[in-house]
């Protein structure tokens, strides 16, 4: 895969994870608000008012940028028989596991290089692709610096 078909990938990507939650929110607030389980809780980095429908789909884009499962950062509920899928279902809401605390600072330094960047060389913002968790780990866990 070419450096331009990574790009491209990666803002196709992006585009789904900023629009695909609006989506999802305006068809729940269509909906009457019903469905979707219980609101997230303990949300430090994305939007405390978002639905569980639009951070499962940023946990998603998660999964597929670092090639791991929700219980690489999301312990699994005590006692609780495997789904469907053979997977445990998972606690969201503690920190406990390293991994999490480490997503939260990831998500913050992302945050930090999209707003910054493009005033810092000197390109106006359109002009600047952004970065997100695919860009470095590109499916793996643990980025390869080489």
Not at 83 to 88: D, K, L, Y
Request: aromatic fraction near 2%; proline fraction near 6%; include cysteine.
């Amino acid at each position: 895969m070419t450096n331009r078909q990574i790009a491209t990938l990666g803002i196709l990507v992006l585009c789904i994870l900023l629009v695909f939650p609006s989506m999802i929110a305006a068809q729940g607030q269509r909906e009457g608000g019903r469905g979707g389980g219980a609101p997230p809780t303990n949300l430090q980095v994305l939007p405390k008012d978002w639905t569980r429908q639009q951070v499962v789909q940023v946990m998603q884009g998660f999964n597929m940028a670092l090639g791991v499962q929700c219980s690489h950062c999301h312990v699994e509920m005590a006692g609780a028989a495997p789904n469907a899928n053979g997977q445990i279902p998972i606690d969201a809401a503690p920190d406990d596991k390293q991994t999490k605390k480490t997503a939260r600072v990831m998500m913050k330094m992302v945050g930090d290089i999209n707003n910054t960047l493009g005033s810092q060389i000197g390109k106006p913002a359109a002009d600047v692709v952004r970065v997100q968790c695919v860009t470095c780990h590109r499916g793996a866990a643990i980025p390869k610096t080489q």
